[in-house]
């Protein structure tokens, strides 16, 4: 049984680029959640997605925007990168009314120059 | 009224003693409180977890305590062994309706260091 997946395991961007990350969540699973963790940091929360639609949104700007596909899938996508980006991005997948029980992925090491 | 608050920061215990971390929260219509384990370079991995009808709950060498008054639970690491040294999170979410459904909120972890 594949647990989250996720897609590129490290990206280098300059100020000012766009950014898309991708997530396959755990089999069986049907929402998918992202969260940015900065160095040192706790993650936190950027949103949430179910049936195809952004379900709750933490305190991130509009430049943070995602989409969840037919297949439960979910990308990030981030405009305008700041240096303030740089982190790791987090994709976590669960089942709705279980408990909240939310499995990682490995994460995506995003790094702004 | 959204923040949890872990400590310590950083706990070194000798291999075979008992590791405990604490957390509090300010948010009383949290009702879900897991805990996770988190090595370099990995992504945090779901240890256990509470609901506040309990006290506490034990898996294997790892107990939740919960105190639902104090606001306040921890994680009890019994017979800590070196391949235990990683970064814990506590974290909380409403899992029982209102807007608030599904988005975790985490603590500022705790880098635990077993000496062998």
């Known amino acids: 049984d594949a647990g989250v997946t996720q897609s590129p395991t490290h990206l280098i961007k300059t100020r000012g680029q766009q950014v898309t990350l991708r997530c396959s969540p755990k089999?069986?699973?049907?929402?998918v959640s992202w969260y940015q963790q900065a160095l040192g940091q706790g993650p936190q929360f950027i949103f949430q997605y179910y049936e195809e639609e952004e379900r709750q949104r933490g305190n991130f700007p509009d430049r943070f925007s995602g989409h969840q596909f037919p297949n439960y899938s979910s990308e990030l996508n981030v405009n305008a990168l700041l240096l303030g980006d740089s982190a790791l991005y987090l994709c976590a997948s669960s089942l709705p009314g279980v408990g909240n029980e939310q499995y990682f992925g490995p994460g995506t090491r995003l790094t702004v120059t | 009224q959204q923040q949890v608050k872990q400590s310590p920061q950083s706990l070194i215990v000798q291999k075979g003693g008992i590791s405990i971390i604490n957390c509090a929260y300010e948010?009383?219509?949290?009702?879900?409180f897991p805990w996770y384990q988190q090595f370099p370079g990995k992504g945090p991995a779901l240890l256990i977890a509470?609901?506040?009808?309990?006290s506490e709950k034990k898996e294997g060498r790892f107990t939740i305590s919960f105190n639902k008054s104090a606001k306040q639970f921890s994680l009890h690491i019994m017979d800590s062994q070196p391949g235990d040294s990683a970064t814990y999170f506590c974290?909380?979410?409403?899992?029982?309706?209102?807007?608030?459904?599904?988005?975790?909120?985490f603590g500022q972890g705790t880098i635990l260091t077993v000496h062998p």
């Open positions: 509470i609901r506040p009808d309990v």
């Open positions: 974290a909380a979410s409403r899992v029982s309706g209102g807007t608030s459904y599904g988005k975790l909120t």
């Open positions: 948010n009383t219509a949290f009702d879900y």
């Open positions: 089999s069986g699973h049907d929402t």
